[in-house]
């Protein structure tokens, strides 16, 4: 069983900056991806970010590119989102995912889920 926590949202002004942390444990190794989703009040989740579980690679959404950077600390087992130059439809709940599938930006490809954190960007 893998146990996915997240942590560091809160409340910042437009053009701010949040970093958020997603500390893993459990059986997590072979896992291919971890990845960073969002869900704004009355829309579906929607992909943010993601990488292997090597790191060599990393993926991102439009609107996260040039200001969202997806990183993690292999000793604490840690996933990071570094969010810049936040906007107001950047306000969600963040989730952090576990999964083993092919398609780093489908919902249905993570078989894991943190219980999610607050972001919430104001003008």
């Known amino acids: 069983q893998v146990q996915l926590v997240e942590s560091g949202g809160g409340l910042v002004q437009a053009g701010g900056s949040l970093r958020l942390s997603c500390a893993a444990s459990g059986r997590t190794t072979g896992s291919y991806y971890m990845g960073w989703f969002r869900q704004a009040p009355g829309k579906e989740r929607e992909f943010v970010a993601a990488m292997t579980w090597s790191g060599r690679s990393t993926y991102y959404a439009d609107s996260a590119k040039g200001r969202f950077t997806i990183s993690r600390d292999n000793a604490k087992n840690t996933l990071y989102l570094q969010m810049n130059s936040l906007k107001p439809e950047d306000t969600a709940v963040y989730y952090c995912?576990?999964?083993?599938?092919?398609?780093?930006?489908?919902?249905?490809?993570?078989?894991?889920w943190g219980q999610g954190t607050q972001v919430t960007v104001s003008l």
């Open positions: 995912a576990l999964g083993r599938s092919d398609y780093p930006s489908w919902v249905s490809s993570y078989d894991y």
